[in-house]
Antibody, heavy 120, light 107 residues
Framework: EVQLVESGGGLVQPGGSLRLSCAAS????????MSWVRQAPGKGLEWVSV???????YYADSVKGRFTISRDNSKNTLYLQMNSLRAEDTAVYYC??????????????WGQGTLVTVSS | DIQMTQSPSTLSAYVGDRVTITCRAS??????LAWYQQKPGKAPKLLIY???TLESGVPLRFSGSGSGTEFTLTISSLQPDDFATYYC?????????FGQGTKVEIK
């Protein structure tokens, strides 16, 4: 059974840093495209970042230069390093497994999410 | 980036009603569209991909149609478990943009 379990969320001050983790089971993270998607309180979904099987990474413009996606193959875990955090980064962060289509990807498995609150 | 616009933002309906949600793309995305259902406090769940292909295990009362820039999600007979928020998502380009969501409420 595929499972994704996020952790690492919490309260952080503006300008601070946080690292989110997503532990996967039932499949191999490095053999799949993996994404982070966030949802601000009461708002819609926003794709944040993806890491491809070959290691290429891509980011939404809103987080480019501040966030870094990575994975640890030995731990079968996905990460999101978030630096220079802003109030507008406050959201539930979901990790998701991408399903690859001809043009792009969509998300067929999701974790339960972890809440990041950026506030002084 | 491709913009996705859903309508309506909120929909009130009775159990048993036929419900249709519309999603429009700012440019053609062929059939590269997915639909998700999200219940409060839960992660989204994939319902449909490639505009009209039902994900395994999803009830047959859900269907999707459209191509290019206009798409619809239809629930043929609304059930109590279907009251939720629905999102479309394009995957024609790297930006993977979502619509703003349509909340389906009990009337």
């Amino acid at each position: 059974e595929v499972q994704l379990v996020e952790s690492g969320g919490g309260l952080v001050q503006p300008g601070g840093s946080l690292r989110l983790s997503c532990a996967a089971s039932g499949f191999t993270v490095s053999s799949n495209y993996m994404s982070w998607v966030r949802q601000a309180p009461g708002k819609g979904l926003e794709w944040v970042s993806v890491i491809y099987t070959g290691g290429s990474t891509y980011y939404a413009d809103s987080v480019k230069g501040r966030f870094t996606i990575s994975r640890d193959n030995s731990k079968n875990t996905l990460y999101l390093q978030m630096n220079s955090l802003r109030a507008e980064d406050t959201a539930v962060y979901y990790c998701a497994r991408d399903r690859i289509a001809v043009a792009g990807t969509y998300f067929n498995y999701w974790g339960q999410g972890t809440l990041v609150t950026v506030s002084s | 980036d491709i913009q996705m616009t859903q309508s309506p933002s909120t929909l009130s309906a009775y159990v048993g009603d036929r419900v249709t949600i519309t999603c429009r793309a700012s440019q053609s995305i062929s059939s590269w569209l997915a639909w998700y259902q999200q219940k409060p406090g839960k992660a989204p769940k994939l319902l449909i991909y490639k505009a009209s292909t039902l994900e395994s295990g999803v009830p047959l009362r859900f269907s999707g149609s459209g191509s290019g820039t206009e798409f619809t999600l239809t629930i043929s007979s609304l059930q109590p478990d279907d009251f939720a928020t629905y999102y479309c998502q394009q995957y024609n380009d790297y930006s993977r943009t979502f619509g703003q969501g349509t909340k389906v409420e009990i009337k």
